[in-house]
Structures are given as C-alpha cells and as structure tokens.
C-alpha cells in the first residue's frame, strides 16, 4: 500500500515506497563502471531514477514491468526530478493494491453497475432481460466488467472506465429514443450495452494499461460477438433476428470500415448508437485533454490523435 | 388551387388542374409534324405527358419552371402513366398555393417555431436572449425561416424542414447538455439556433426546391456567418467572445474540412453541436428513406449517398 | 429438368422449360388493359417476356424469385429476343435441380474436395488435424462448403467458386511455404483452409446468388469467427495461441481496415495469407472477365470494379 | 470531301454523304426479318440510322471504324433525327479528308508552329536549341506534332490541340519567367515543349480520338521520356545534368503520384510547368465546356470531372 | 532599438541587449537551489540562455512572451552557444522597434503599395474602383494590411509578406488576363487583392507571427468575407451579383473542400485565382526554403510539408 | 581491410580501424576551444566519436562520407559507447573493402547469378533469350546487377539484394505459372528479371547507400524503361509487341498511381508481376525487421512503414 505519490516528491525526499519499474537499462560510466537507468511510475505520474551501488545484484532481482518497493532519495538532474536509488526489491502480489498504479474512475462502480443493470431490467422483451440477467449472474464477467477501461489512451482510458463510458451511453440512449418516434428502445439499449464488451478481453489492466495479445490479434469486436454469442446460447428459445441485429450493433458500432467496422451500421437502432458512441467518446476525450492542461492558457497544447488545439476561453468565462 | 394530386391519378381520368411545368421539350414525328414532351410535377410526385395539338400555341405561352393550368386525360404508355395534354396556359401568381407543389412538413410550423422561441427564451445570458429576440421581430426572416427547407435531397428536405430540424437538435441539445457537466447551454442552445439560417437563402423554395445563386457560389456556411454578424451588430453591447463562439459554431459544425468546414469544432460545445447535428440528419435521411421505400421488402433500396442498404426487419417487427 | 437453355433460344422457337421468373412488373396498355413484363433467367442468361393474355391469373400464381415453368414462344423486339408467354406456374422444389440456374464450376467437386482432404491431412500438429477432421465429418458443412460461391460478382462467383478458390490457395500456399524459410506451414495452410467459410452463410445459393440477411448484417468474417470458435471447442486441449492465431488469420484476411478487415495481418503467415488471396481472386478475376468478353477484340471493355481496360494481344498470340 | 454537316442535318433532307461508321449492330424485327442499327459521325456530331433492306450486303462491305459513304433520307424517330440508310460503301483512304470527322483547331497551325519553333530559337544554351532543331527537322515528328489532340476528351480534345496547347504555355512561362528573379528560363520553357510530345503516340487521331495500344500500356509519360532521350543521344556533348533534368520535368509534370507522376517536380522550374499545366488545361476545358452548354441559361449542367456546375453569369454580363 | 542580433553572437561577447523572452522555465540544481532556463530571440534566431544569481527576482519580474533587455555573457554548452544572464527586465512598448523581432520584405512596402493602388485605378468598373478606394482611405485597414504576414510558416511568413503576395499575385493576374480572351480582368484582379484580407485579423504579428483567437476560430476566409460585405455595404448601388462573385472568389481560392474552401472555385475567374495563388505561394515557399538551406549541397533538406528534396543542381549552375 | 567492427567494440578498446565518416561537426567548449563530434560507421553500425585534440587539422584533412582510418580508444558516454579519437586520416580508394561498409546478402552472389541466368536460358522466344544474352554479356552491367541493393531502408537494403530479390520472385513466378492455365510463362519470368533493372542505377551504394541524383529526379520506373529500350534496340527483329508488353511490366509493377506506376497492371501477367513483387518485398521486408528485434519480446516494436507491431509468438514456437 502506497503512501507517497511521484506527484508529491520533492527534491530531498527520503522515501521507501512501492513503483512499477517500467523501463530498467544498463549503462556505462567513463571508468567503465556500470550503472542502471530506471524509470518509475505511479498513478500519478512517472520519474527518472539511477542506481549507483549494488548494480548487479538489483539488476538481477527485479524485471520491468514488475512492482517494485524502492528505497532512495530525490534529487534533481537537468532540471527534473531524479530519484537515486539504494535499494530496489520485486514485491509479491499479495502485497500490491492496482489502484495505486492506474488511474481510476472518480464515480463509485459499484453504484453505476447498480444504474446499469436497473437500466437492463426495465427493458421489455422477455429474451433480453433474460440475457442480460446472464451476464450479471456471470462473476467473473462483472468483476471485469466493472474494472476494464475503455481505452488505452484516448478516452475514459482508466480503471471503470468502460462502466462509465457505458453508463454514459446508456442513459444517453434512453433519453433520445424517446425523443425519435419509431425506435425500437430495447434493441438500441441492448446495443449500448453490448457494443464494447471485447474490450474486457482486449486490454490487460492490473497495473499498467496495454492491450492483450487476443486484443490485438482478433480486435475487441470479434471477442464481443464471441462472448455475445455464448451467452445467447445459454438462453433458450433466444430469437434469432434479435441475436443477428445485436451482433450487427456490435460490428458496426465504429460506423465504417476505415474507422474499423467491416459493415456500417443498416437498422436506425444502430446508426444511432455509432452516433451515441461518437458523441460520448469525443466529448470525454476533450474533457480528459483539458483537465491535464495548464488552466492558465485559452488553448490547449496540439491533439495529436484529434489534430487541433482547443479552446477554453478567458478566465472569467 | 388543386383538388387532385399525382398519386391520385388513374388511366382513364379527365381533369384540369394544376402542375408545375417541369421539362417541356420539341420533338418531330415521322410525317414530320411536332409534338411535345412535357414532364409535370406536383408535391406528390411527376408525371409524362404529350401535346399533339395545338402545339406551336402551347409552346410559346408557356416556360418550363412555371406553374401552368392543364387539361388533359390519363393513358397509359410503356407500363407508365402518360398525361394527353389538350389545353395548357400558365397561371398567375396569386392563383398558386406553393404547398400545392413542394411537400411539406407535416407538423404545425407555428407550434414547432413557438417552441423554439420559448427555448430561446430561456438562454440565461441577456445578449444571447436579446439576439434571438432580433431574429424573431424580423419579420422577413421569421417568414423564410418557418419555410425553409433543410436540404435539396438528404433530410428534412421539405417546405418547414429547417424548422423541423432546427427544433428537433434544440430539444437534444437541452436534454444533452444537462447530461453532462460543464456544457455552457446557452452557447450550445445558441449555435443549434443559428447553424443553419445560411439556408435561408442557400436555397430557393417557391415552388420548387433547388440552390440559390447565392446558395452555390457562397455556401450556407458564409450566408449565416454575415447574417449573424448582422443581427449581433444591433445588440449594443454584444460581448466580442460571444460573438466569435458563435460564428465559429457556425463555420465548424459540418466537423471537418472534408465535410466543408474550413474550421474544425474547437471547443466542447462545437463538438457536440457537430454530433447532435449529425444525428438528427442521419437518424431523419434514413426514416425519410424507409418511408418512400416498398413496405413489403425486409431491405431498402441501395442508398446512394449512405452506400448501403438498410434492413427494416420481419414484417412482425 | 431443363432441356434448352436461354443462349440456344432464337426467334420462332416455342418451348415449354423450367426459368428464375427473376422479375416481374404489371404494366398498362393505352386501351387502359393490363399485362405483365418479365425477366426470365437461367444459368446462361436472361430474357425478357411479357404476357398479355391471363394477366391477372398468372400475376397471382408466382412470385419474383421462385422458378416457374414457362410456355411460349421467342421473337424480337427492338432489336432483343422476347419471348410472349402463354402460361406460367410455378414449379415445386423437388422437380427443380438448381444447376441449371445457376452456373457452376467447371471442375469435379469431389475430386476438389478430396485434394483439400488430404492437404488437411498432411499438417504436423495433430490439434489441426484433428479440427479438419471435425469439419470434414460435418455434413450440413461439407455439403454447403462444395456447393458455396466466392463472390456475388468478382471471382469464383457461381457454385463451387468457394471450394474451387480455397484449392487454388492451399497448392499455392503449399508451395510458397516450401519457397522461403521459417514460415509455419501448418499454420498457413490451416488459415488459407479457414479464411473464407463463413461466406458458407454470408450468400444464398439456391436458384440464384445473392447476400442472406446475416452476410450483410454480420459479415463473413465474423460469421467465420464464430464457426471456427465452435467447432475448436469440441476438440480437447486445443492449444489457445493456436486458436487465436486461426482467427486472426480469418480477421486480417482482407489486409487492412479500408478492406474489410478490423486488424491488418500481424504474422508472416497472416501477410502471406492475405498476399495469396488477393493474387487468386485477381487472377481469376480478371481470367472470368476475359472469357466473356469479345473474343475478336485486342481489349476488353471496362472493368467497373477493377476500373481498367484489359489487353489480350493480337489473336495470333 | 463533305458538302454537309451532321449538324446542319434536318428532316426530309436526302443526301449522299461520307460520315465514320461508329456503331453497327445487327437486330431483328418481329417477323423475324433483320435489319440494321448504325450510328454516323462526323465532326460536328452523331445521328442515328438505319438500314432496312439490303441489309446483309450492306452488312458485309462494311465495318465499324470505317469511313463510309451513305445515301439516304433524313426522318425522325422518338423526337431525335434518324436517318433511313439506302446505300453504304466504304470509302478508300485517299478520298478522306480527316478533317472532315475530327473537331480542329480554330487556329492557323501553321503559324502556331512558327511561333513555338521561334521560342525555341530564344533559348541561350546551344545544346537546348540543337535539340529542338532536331525535333523541328524531324518530318515525321512535325506532321504528327502539327496534328496531335492533347486529350480524348477533356481539354484541347482536338486536331492541332497539342500544338495550341504548348503554345499556349510556352508564351504564359515565358511571361512568368521574367516575372520571378533565379528561373532558368531555358529550363522552363524546354520542358513546356517537351512535356507532352509522348502524346503524339498515345493516342490515335486519324478518323477519331482514340489510345493507341502503346498509350495504354506504357503512357505519354515513358514515352515522351524515351522520345526525348532518342533526340538527345544524336546531339553530342550534350550535358548530362540538363537532360536528367529535362527529363525531371517530363516525369514530374502531373504533380504528384495520385496524378499520375511516379515523382514530384523537385526542381523549381519543374514546379513551375506543373503550375501552368493545371492553370492551361483547366482554363481550356472549362472554356470547351461552356461553349458547348445552352447559352440562355446562367449555370451550366454539371461537369463530370470536374465535379460542379460553372456559373456564367446573368446575360448581360 | 537593438545594435546587435543573435546570429552576429560568438563566445565570449559581452551585451546588454533587446530580445523576445520565448521560453522561461524554473529548474532546480544537485543542491536543490533554482535556477532558469531561457531561450531569447530576435529576427535572425534563437540563443539558449540560463541564470544562476537573483533567479527569484529575475522570474517574477518577467514573463515568456515580452521583450526584455537582457544584459549577460555569450559562452557554448554541449557545441551550441548559450548565454548566461546577469539582468533581465521587461521593456515598455514605446522602447520597442518590432522590426527588431521578426523578419520582414527585403522590398520597400510603400513601393509595393502604391503600384498595388495603381492598379486598383485601373480597373474599368466604377464599383470596383470605389471599392478600393474605401479600403485604402481606411487608416487602420492600410496600416494592417502594409505589415501582415502571408503565413505563419509556409511562404512570406514575415511582415509585409501579404502585400508582397498579393502584388506578385495582381502583376501575374494582369499578365495572364491579357493572355487569355473572354476573362473579366476587372473581377480577377479584384479577387486577387481581396483573396486573403482576412489574413489581417487571422495572424498576430507585433513581436511574433502567431494565429490570433479569432484566426483560430474563424478562420481567414470567413473573416475576408465579412471585411468584403462590410466596405460594400458603404458603396451606394455596388452590384448584387458582382458582389456574390467578389465573396464566392474569396470563400473558393483555396480550390477544394479539402484545402480548405467550402465551394470550389465555380467561375473561370475563381479557377484562375486559385492557381494563380498557388503557384506564387508555392515558388516563394520554395525559394524561401532553398534560401535558408546550406548553399554548399546540391539538394535541400527534406521539405516537410511539402515531402521532398529539392534539387539546386551543381555549384557552377 | 578491417579486422575489428563497430557491433565487436568494448570500453577499454584501443584500436586504429577504417570507417566511414558519417558526420562531422566542429563545436565549441566552454573555454571556447573547439573540438570535433563524429559519428563513424561500418556494415554493423554506428558509433560516436570526439576529437579532442588537433581538432583543426584533423578537421581540414577528412570530408563527410569518405572512409578514414581512425587510430582511439572506446569509452562511455551517458551510458552509451563512445570513442575518443587522436588521428584520423582519408583512406585512399584502392586501400578500402567495400563490403566492410555496407551490410551484403548471406547468400553466393555469383550462384545466385547462374540460378538467374539459366531461367532466362529456359524461355522459349529466341528474340527474349536473345535480350537476357545481350544483357548478361554487358560487363558493367553484371557487375553492376550483382551489388545493386532493391531499396534503401525498406526490403533486401544490403549489396546483393536486387539479385536475391530478382531470382526470389523468378522462382516464384516459375511455380506459379505452372499453377494457373493460360499465362505467357516467358512474359512472366521476362517481366520479373527487368522490373527492377532500374535500380541500378536509382541508387549509389559505395559505401553507404543512397539515392543517386538521377534516381530522385527520374525514378527506377523510367530508368528502366530507358535500359530496356537501349537493349532491345540491339536485338534485330524484336517483336514490337513483346517490346511493348515489356515495357508496360515495368512501368506497372507498383501496382497503382498512389504507388507510383503512372499505369495499373493491364495484363494477367503485369497483375501477377506485382502480386508476386508485393509478396516477396512484404514477406522479406518484415522478415528483416524481426530479424533485428529482441528475440525475447513476443511483439516487435511499432514498424513505421507497415505501421503495426507483429507477433513472434511464444519462444517455444
């Protein structure tokens, strides 16, 4: 259990504390000595650290990607904080808590998993409650289901992120279908809901953000038609138009096949939740990017992925 | 004023009514002798015609884009309905009912521009209110802007479709904008307002609907742009940030330049003004399709401007 | 049992023969009577017919898409051979044989088949032979998989093309594996064997080749995700690497997200795969194209799709 | 040689005139009898026609592509002119005057050509004007130079088009060398006479426009290359550098790859040519384009490459 | 005023001298003592700097984006010069010469300008003429237009790098109005003066050349547009439809949807600005680049955005 | 001759060794005295390097790009190898190995050679075995052909590999014009032993491969086209539509414009050249990219032209 975060140290600071090692590099010095490059990271943040002493015997104890408890000092090099390092362990599993190594949600999960499936009950059609009820009674599925994010990097890209990112959807769906005449409510819900769950599968997060190698071989919409699948088959007497049309809300969700979609979206239900998606995933996107930028600026640095500065306006605004 | 409309008619019917004059076109028999082809049209649909009498006569009184009196019977010709045309004299202006011949909205124009206003009344900010509160004591404006259409082809492309959709994206954009925190409603409920007054004059819709002059050579983007600098410029007082947002919400709200803003949307409210625009059309483009479409058929039509077919399910459904 | 085909049929010819009624369309003549066109058509072409007499009751007996036994006799009209019906009804399933509607392979199915067999057989590891030897023991597939096409248009497109294709492709494979080294044959050759089945359910091919509801809503890909996913789960141990390896062979096969395909190849194999398939389904692409075309001309006309003429030289060549 | 034109053609005329047999297609009357559907052109048109009697004599003597010489009278059938064909021979080379069936030129070439090989003469670098005497003493090369179209059908789709077109350009970059300080005016004005000389074997233009076998295979670009080089080679001494860069020029013409051009112009006078290229063929075919279009109207139709309709302007302007 | 500039800098100069303060950073030392790290600049580059003494004072005294007076010495860090600051104090406008700062047209501005106004007098149509002179009696709107750059990078990114391109722009237009019959030059020379007014309020360009908020937002084209509408609304009886050309020139130079311009160019006027707009810019960004590059090397350094080398060709060229 | 290379250097070495000199710049210390940064190279690398002392001389006697002897010691700098360097003089043309300088192909050049040559010998047109005679009797040719490398960076970028490339494909094309019926076997192997010839002279590879001045301006397309030409021209009788088709092999061996053949594939031969050219630079090009990654990672880092990380799998593979 963490204490102290990389955003809290100061130059000066003596600290014996739990980091992942994300990158560990051999090196050099003119005497031909060697010495070890570190960088360590947080939730919070990540810092530049070196080992001096006992180069050989930390380098063989420890592994990137691993948890690691460090004990050393900060100092400051090239005017950014530098952590030299006496002494550095690989930590057990037991003794790790993920939440001090990913960002997370700042809403309560259990709470917005409580809305959620409120959501699934109120539907109408019998089969689709019924699948849903599956799902929920499906233990290892919600305990994934309420830690995945639902990105790496662009939006909601954090421990419940995907929760969130679907809770957002959800009600989001429910208020519009209203809105539109003619709009077969349960199939946009059941749509919303299903659309992103490969993404359990495609990322690994226990205490950094990556994708899996299933995720990056077969795509999260392949493994949500999958899991969607098998779970219809537990359910007997599931119509098969119903389960072709949420499957084709789950290929289609990305809107095209440049943005990834092998088929584009052909009932209204589905064109709506590509657009649903769109919405809430640029709209978090844009809030995530300005929160982390300097508030004392109108504009925002460049957004690489969304290529354009934003604005947020005077001060006063 | 007409009593019947295209759809109506049947091989074997007489009638003098009134069409718009749509293609009128020269041709020669093979005594030598001229004809004409004429192509007549209403709000519900075209019709082929011919003269065989008369002909120089007909000619010269009348000009293809005019409405025009005719009196003629129903036959049949090639498997189509084809109209023998015996007499055929333009009519005055004042004799002519244009819902006769453009198709219209079929919800009431003043209730749906009474909601709007009421929305507009409801922006918190004193400019903003003062704004709309120009736009709707001009009369000229307010005549045009109940009969605007949204589009020659795609959506909401009907006499009040401007309306129509401009009302539709409001009602979302106030429901939206609750949905998430730190939306400034007043500029998003403002920009859904004036995104597309450019319309206004991008087209013409007397009695049939096509592109301005103006329309093609400045685009709808630039028309409302001057049209809203206008109408700020009688506000006394009118904050310059305000006024920038507010053309910039006009100048991006097609997304990006591919899509014919030479701006992309820069603050949160432009994107969501982008996504709750494109909704609407495409969620509406797609009910007008299916509309027109064979009821029977469990697929549309390819459509040409979505490439796709859509799927509208089982009969039962 | 049809004795004369629609490419053999010339003016005054009368006949009584089994068609696809593939388009039927009631029309008007100017005495106000009504008769009905049609489009006829069988594996080696259409014709067009109509029917004056007994409108109304023929009318009501068929319906597009259902083969009917047609008697009457061919003239010409404008240039084109018609054929005047006199009666028409529709034929029962049992008397039809669906090869004389559509056109098929010129090669022997189950020797085809046979080869495919004993490549399946020849893999080293015995979880791959083992999932072939549970497909080839699975009638339903096996009778669909003979029978299945290609494509609707492009290549391989009439019964047989798929098998026909997927042939093609493992010799090559099989050869090209040999060809450079480190490249894991039985992978290979396994995914060249899977890529393509889900187009099994993606087409219909009864009397005429067209995409069914689930090839356009889900695609073919993921429709030979799920196939491949359930017929792995009945073969014990089957090792996971392998099964996601499979699977993102059948997903990447198209080679990038413009053509269909959510992840570009990502193992040599997957990219030998993809280059493999293309060449196939060019050459013989373009090998069908110029078999219809005019023998006599040093080129053909413009390929649509491939958006090219042709050359195929001086006759003496 | 032809007294009357396609154009001035009208119903009841006889005539016996020659006109390029550009269709000929063989059909049958509901008697069973055949008959033949042609279509004439000349350079001012097309026309419809047909052949009733005599038909498989007429049929065998001649084939499309030929120039023919036709009597028959003038009717109409559908509103269009067509004419009724009695006799039709073909005509033997020596009595064609290819002007007759192909648009020409307005200008004099001849003095076109003179003022073009006076620009030549201008150039400073001895080796530059060698070249270009060689082209200019080369009989074969002038004739075809003299006759060349620059396109099938965009712009300068004409006899002599090729000529006017360089000239064109060569007098606009002689201007606009002057106009910037550091352009090696030889430079820029030797690549405008070469740019296009591959031209002159990539289409045929005896009776019509057309590719030539070498046009589609290899490209005005390759060819115009190794034209270029074969001239060169028979001028000693000269620079290697001035040819790999007139050659640059010749490469580089289009602009960019998606344009056709495998490089980019990376010199600045390579730049430049591309420059004046686009601003020549892009005036001239929208110039071609409306005068062809109904001088009443405002707008013209829409223009396919292009992609828009122009405006012309009110009337008076 | 400033005597010396950062390119005349060597180690070991003393100085007390102007620049733009561009970056400031605090950084901290081994000790845990500050210290800052800056980068200066003037017309003619950039110079790393740092202080060691009095860093709290100098910092809050201070801020990026001011001219300052700096007084240090000139040393090398790492084989790149560095300064090492003594005193640095902001600078009162009034102290300031901003030609100090930015790069600026080695010609005379008011040369430029007045052959510019010359040739505003010499257009035919009274509007127009009075049109202009509205603009060049508006103070405020010559002083701008006299200092405004061109681009932030591209070409003619310095002050008066926009009258200097809108001059080569109407020299060449004038040239090639002449060249070609049936253009209006009164338009095209118009257009070209009024294509890029909008830069005047698109860029900031006192101290450095950035993007202005409303540049961002905005964009030049709309700005232009409004510029145009706003000076036609003083001229008593200016032509509607000259008018909608004039802003349809403006709101279509860039050509495509794609570059940038809502409509593309729909008159041969429009057209010809395009490309007369393109080949200035592109020729000036061209030479701009090959200026700044080692005169020694026969190709340039990789253009980014325009992604190629450029060849210089041989020394003795 | 080297003995020792930069892939076998260790801190603590003293050695007096030949490489290239890759850069070279002077720089300057704090004190103000100059000294040299280098980067040296030979086929297995690069390293860094510093001259301290006679910085003046040793500057003025070397050249970037030439191979210097260099007499020093390695250390470390910042945790990478770097070496002090006392004399460094140039290395005279005789005294230099070029293969110590640029990385070659693993295979026998002079076998590889024979393999190529005898399938030339196995075509059965005289006139094309006659053209491959001609070309292997061309000294500087051959010898040229043995070295050439078939791309910069991407695939087979080391000396040999256009010769390992060319037979590769040769090979392949061999099997696979077995494979498919119909296809002009000697037109296939012709095509793939002359597609590439142009990059003979596209690139330098001395010591160091580069892009030729000739390569940039006038591309291995044309290049090639003209080596063709050139030899063709010395074979008497050559079929000129064998020339032709040759040509357009060459000419459309990328595949599409966007790639850079100014013509698409336009026979079954030309498609099938570029399929097998495709597959062989892929399958080779990523072979060599795994072949330089951490063979403990089970994905390759992001390659930046294929952009995708590839999967290695499980070491047990």
Known sequence: MKTRFI????????????FVLTEK????????NSYLNLVLSDRTGRIDAVVWDNVDQIASQTESGQVVVVRGQVGSYRGKHQMVVKEMTAVSAQEINPTDFLPATERDTDQMFERLKKLSESLQQDHLRDLFGAFWSDEAFVTRFKRAPAAKKMHHAYIGGLLEHTLSMAVLADKISEHYSGIDRDLLISGVLLHDIGKLREYTY???????????????????????EDKIKTISGFPEETAMLLKHMIISHHGSRELGSPEPPKTIEAVMLNCIDEMDSRVQAIRDFMTKEDPGEMWTSYHRLLERHFYRGRPAR
Not at 7 to 18: F, I, T, Y
């Open 7 to 18: 955003s809290q140290l100061r130059p000066g600071d003596s600290l014996a504390e739990q």
């Open 25 to 32: 590099t051999m090196a050099h010095k003119k005497d031909g």
């Open 206 to 228: 226990d205490v950094a953000i990556d994708y899996s190698d299933e995720g990056r071989l077969v795509s999260h919409i392949a493994i949500g038609i999958q899991m969607t």
